[in-house]
């Protein structure tokens, strides 16, 4: 598995710049001090106690920023980071926010207070925004790109629809990369861990030349095939789960007087196994796992291989006019090539003969399935973006800034299909036009002393055009094809918020804010389905809250409570009895809770952070009502004379109605200048809906994962430690498919391994 992607043009260049990097590491970390190390390691979102954020564009202190916000950067990030995971760690590790994918590391869909989508089609849109380097990502395939070398996470939960790119009524997740320095220094991290478990993490830079300066980063991670295929008919490997993740990150930063420039060029090489399906998991009539279930062996006898190769460039330019503000324009690229195929109905026994040999068995039942069914994809998205943003200096107490956003994205991809020999058997080729553009601008104004008063407003406007041809024998008969289908739509979007400075120490604000999320297109003609739009979805939403930071900035406490009702909600109807996949639109759905947050250093050495959220979601449409499971399912929803369940007041999916997270540093000061340590951290996400409708086995069971690691800090910046992920080893199912058997996903198991680390 390891050596096939290694040989790509792509695997080769980012193999040998994490070389360079270990091999400078290596010469110089004994030559370096102390102040060049902690300069040029990942750093936390706090300078000297401090949270800094920049929710609005603005670098700024969080507390006075009017939006809840969560920062993530320094050990904190590294740890929950430190056992091969990709983007999806960052689950339940701040209030209201969930992950998941059923591709595995290549298609995280994200969720915040409720809002998200669980569609899996490679065209699907999503009301949260992943931001990378300023870079909005349109394409689940690209929003999956690792987490390495970063200043910070930023997790910005409400509509975001002013200031950041497209498709926020969510939120945003801002991921800021490090970035190039004067000064030449760097780190190399490497972990071994259970199933053999790799990460190698590394940066090095400094400067050039004067006002010339680079740095470069890379990551692999890497796991071994650790479950094992006990069937002996079909296609599928023999081992599966393990996978090969090879990135890195060149940057160049030029500095001259009032002009600063940055280009960045990254690439990523994936090559492993595709999300697991397992057949028959649940016992029916529960969520339990059906007798005999074991997370280490599957029978499968699909086709399974998954490959992604990725990369992008974007330039930032700015330019400061002195006395009147600054000029920033930002121009990105983003395309990926990515094949993942999968044994979707999860098993290798059938009610009925397949001619190769497979035993016959009914489903319910562990590795059964009604019918063998192999699918992938193969998919090429192609992203450009171009922002120009100007920022002015504070005038009197007022600021303001305003620009012109564009976005181009051309989608293009094949729907595979396979018989149960693993031929190929049916291919579907999609041709997606997405194009967006918007105005925005908006304003700060320091009316007094204490008060703040902001406001801002966008227009958007959304053309979408999908084509559709090819044919998979059977399933896309009683089409005709090619077809199109078109969509557009526009929005004015706003935000107004006011800030008032009860103390010095303590904020109370308010804020009001719209989200809009453009019209969107089903294009899947497989099992049933016809193309299907969705008119926009556009989101109004209030909170309100306090922020605290004690005067020696020790203690930071941030409390808000919010409710959204979002009109027109866009749904997505996906699996049933034929596995179709349709859009619909909801009349309207509501959510509200509570979000808080802790920051505290209570004594010297002790470190303790802790977030929760309440969430409530329904559903409100009194005439909607969807598909059920074609998998023996035991419905709870009532349902209408078509035998169709109606979903009215349901929890949206993949919204939990409690999340926690806690962690915890004590270090002991050594005599010689060193440290011991011990850092845990925990996260807890209540009960879920993994669909629009609810069913006894499709109600997912709360989750509890914990972490531990144990070290010792050298004088000189070395770290040696031991950690373990999912300490308890508590194995959840987190997502499910209801077309065909009982069949589910499962959480990471426990790993447990050892790291090094120099800074230098």
């Known amino acids: 598995m390891i050596s096939k992607s290694a040989r790509s043009p792509i695997g080769r260049t980012l193999f040998c710049g994490a070389s360079a990097i270990a091999a400078l590491a290596a010469a110089s970390a004994q030559a370096q001090t102390s102040d060049t190390a902690a300069a040029s390691a990942p750093s936390a979102p706090a300078q000297n106690g401090e949270i800094l954020v920049t929710a609005s564009r603005r670098e700024e202190s969080a507390k006075n920023v009017p939006v809840a916000v969560t920062a993530i950067g320094g050990e904190k990030l590294a740890v929950l980071n430190s056992s091969g995971l990709d983007i999806r760690f960052l689950s339940s590790r701040t209030p209201s926010l969930q992950i998941e994918s059923s591709f595995g590391r290549t298609f995280p869909r994200f969720y915040i207070r409720g809002l998200g989508n669980t569609d899996f089609d490679p065209n699907a849109a999503q009301p949260v925004s992943i931001v990378y380097d300023d870079v909005a990502l349109e394409s689940n395939f690209l929003k999956s790109f690792p987490v390495f070398d970063l200043q910070n996470v930023e997790v910005l939960r409400g509509p975001q629809g002013t200031l950041f790119g497209r498709n926020t009524p969510a939120g945003v997740i801002k991921l800021d990369s490090q970035k190039p320095t004067d000064h030449f220094g760097g780190y190399l991290t490497g972990s071994l861990a259970t199933y053999k478990t790799a990460n190698v993490e590394g940066a090095v830079g400094g400067p050039i030349a004067d006002g010339l ?64 399906f397992r057949a028959g998991l649940f016992t029916p009539g529960s969520n339990h796992f059906q007798p005999g279930f074991d997370k280490d062996h599957v029978s499968q006898d699909g086709v399974s291989e998954q490959d992604m190769s990725q990369w992008g460039t974007n330039l930032h330019l700015d330019y400061k006019f002195e006395g009147i503000g600054t000029l920033y324009s930002i121009t990105a690229y983003e395309t990926a090539h990515v094949k993942s195929v999968g044994d979707i109905d999860g098993g290798n ?51 303001a800034q305003g620009g012109v956003y564009y976005f181009h994205q051309r989608l293009n991809y094949h729907e595979l299909d396979f018989d149960a020999t693993g031929t190929q058997d049916g291919d579907v080729y999609h041709s997606d036009k997405n194009e967006n553009y918007g105005i925005f601008a908006s304003g700060e104004y320091k009316a007094t002393d204490k008060l703040t008063l902001r406001a801002g407003v966008r227009y958007s406007h959304d053309s979408k055009r999908d084509f559709v041809t090819g044919s998979t024998p059977g399933i896309t008969d009683t089409l005709t094809l090619p077809m199109s289908t078109p969509a557009h739509g526009s929005d004015v979007t706003w935000d107004a918020s006011a800030t008032y400075a009860l103390t010095p120490q303590l904020n109370v604000y308010a804020r009001v804010a719209t989200g809009y999320l453009g019209p969107a297109i089903q294009d899947r003609v497989t099992f049933g389905s016809v193309p299907s739009v969705a008119k926009k979805q556009t989101t109004i939403s209030g909170e309100g809250g306090f922020k605290f930071e004690s005067r020696d900035r020790r203690f930071h406490v941030d409390l808000d409570g919010y409710w959204w009702r979002t009109k027109n ?3 997505t109807a996906v699996g049933g009895q034929s596995n179709s996949a349709a859009l619909i639109n909801a009349d309207h759905a509501v959510g509200y809770g509570i979000e808080g947050q802790v920051d505290a250093r209570p004594i010297p050495n002790l470190t303790l952070t802790a977030g929760g959220s309440w969430n409530f979601t329904e559903i409100r449409d ?22 169709r369940a109606i979903i009215d007041g349901n929890d949206l999916p993949q919204a939990p109605r409690y999340v926690f997270n806690v962690t915890a540093r004590y270090g002991i000061p050594l005599k010689n200048g060193g440290e011991i340590f011990a850092y845990t951290d925990w996260a807890y996400r209540s009960k879920i809906n993994y669909f629009l409708y609810t069913a006894k086995e499709f109600r997912g069971r709360s989750l509890t994962e914990g972490g531990l690691k144990l070290g010792y800090k050298t004088p000189n910046n070395w770290e040696v430690a031991a950690f373990a992920r999912n300490i308890t080893n508590q194995i959840r199912s987190i997502s499910a498919i209801d077309f065909n058997n009982l069949t589910g996903m499962i959480n990471e198991p426990r790993i447990i391994g050892g790291e090094v680390k120099i800074v230098f």
Request: hydrophobic fraction near 35%; aromatic fraction near 10%; glycine fraction near 12%.
């Open 569 to 571: 909600l866009q749904l």
């Open 213 to 276: 300066d680079w740095r470069a980063s890379g990551i692999l991670q890497r796991r071994d095939n650790w479950v094992t295929n006990d069937s002996d008919t079909g296609s599928a490997p023999k081992h599966l789960e393990g996978y090969r993740d090879l990135a890195g990150r060149f940057q160049l930063g030029y500095t001259s007087g009032d002009f600063h420039a940055l280009w960045n060029i990254h690439g990523r090489d994936l090559n492993g196994s595709p999300r697991l």
């Open 349 to 399: 026994a059938y009610p009925f003969p397949t001619g190769i040999g497979n035993p016959i068995a009914s489903p319910p039942a562990l590795n059964a399935g009604a019918f063998p069914d192999n699918t992938g994809d193969i998919v090429r998205p192609h992203e450009f973006s171009q922002e120009v943003r100007f920022a002015s200096e504070d005038f009197g107490g007022f600021r």
């Open 622 to 643: 009194p005439n909607i009502s969807v598909g059920v499971c074609g998998a023996a399912c035991t419905v709870t929803d009532p349902l209408d004379a078509a035998g």
